[in-house]
């Protein structure tokens, strides 16, 4: 095998009540690779689709994400890539993830002794670094792995996969404004009241125990941010007015996806989650903010090869 293509799947961070711990996968929308592999060591990007990006390695997630993971191996060898981008710069459902998760993926297909997920989670976090200043994995892992997955711990890093009911979907929607992770982070209080903590651990278990026993009322219930969004939403125009309509129009939860300006809404059932996307496009021409859209089953699957 000398050449792959991997699809690479856009991801939701946060979900709300686990900010840099939960995420979980989408359908249908993400980027591909192409690896070829070549004697020459190092990541060579050859091509470029889709966004305005550096072909130096060091410079592109790709290539960060990539070389972390020669190096680790100490492979003599080294791949020529090409890059599809089909997931916005700064959507906010896991940009930067997708090209991580995407080359050490695709890295992986190659080697005769293949690494855990585990592992290339922690090489993709190189990757995620560039982009967003900081070694997070809430969409890495879930890119790598399908569904849910639930970090436990960072140090050392541990991930846990959680079940995803068979029902629930995802309605995106991405206004065309442009949210620097950087920047939405650094936004953020370096200390929160122990009320809200405690609303923030309570809403994460629940929404844990709703996954495992498929309870929708509990995933409504739980899936609500006490400290991130109230910080967040300042930088979404409108947000409260799209939450509103998404929660009256039959949405279990709406909130921003990893740090936005993507907001996701969780639905039981396809059609729910189109009845939602119908009511935000309404209320989206309304405030005049220009965006897409799109319905997407929460997804069992990350990246595969797909040639
Ligand atoms: N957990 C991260 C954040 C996800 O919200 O900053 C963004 O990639």
Do not use: W
Not at 5 to 28: E, I, M, Q, Y
Not at 91 to 113: D, K, R, W
Not at 223 to 239: G, M, N, S, V
């Amino acid at each position: 095998m000398e050449k792959i293509r991997v699809f690479s799947p856009a991801t939701v961070a946060n979900v709300n009540c686990g900010f840099d711990v939960l995420g979980f996968a989408l359908d249908g929308l993400g980027d591909e690779l192409v690896l070829t592999k070549v004697d020459k060591p190092g990541i060579h990007i050859i091509k470029i689709v889709g966004a305005s990006l550096s072909a130096k390695a060091e410079e592109n997630v790709v290539g960060v994400a990539g070389l972390a993971m020669l190096d680790y191996l100490a492979l003599d060898y080294g791949f020529e890539v090409e890059i599809y981008k089909n997931i916005r710069l700064g959507s906010g459902v896991g940009s930067s993830a997708a090209s991580a998760a995407g080359i050490v993926y695709g890295i992986n297909q190659f080697l005769e002794t293949k690494l855990s997920n585990l592992e290339l989670t922690k090489l993709g976090m190189k990757g995620e670094a560039l982009a967003s200043g900081n070694e997070h994995a809430d969409n890495v892992a879930p890119c790598l792995y399908g569904g849910f997955t639930l970090i436990t711990g960072y140090q050392p890093l541990n991930i846990v996969e959680l079940p995803v009911p068979d029902e629930l979907y995802a309605t995106i929607i991405h206004p065309h404004i442009e949210i620097k992770t950087k920047e939405a982070r650094e936004i953020l209080p370096k200390e929160v009241s122990l009320q809200s903590a405690i609303s923030q651990s309570g809403n994460l278990a629940g929404l844990v125990a709703g996954l495992y026993s498929s309870d929708y009322e509990l995933i409504k219930d739980a899936t609500k941010d006490a400290l991130i969004e109230p910080y967040r939403k300042q930088l979404i125009p409108h947000f409260d007015a799209l939450k509103k309509a998404a929660l009256n129009a039959g949405g279990l939860a709406f909130g921003i996806s990893g740090s936005g300006p993507s907001m996701f809404t969780l639905c039981k059932g396809e059609a729910s989650a189109k009845a939602v996307e119908t009511e935000l496009n309404s209320k989206l021409q309304t405030v005049g903010l220009e965006a897409d859209s799109y319905v997407s089953k929460v997804s069992k699957h990350g990246n595969k090869v797909i040639e």
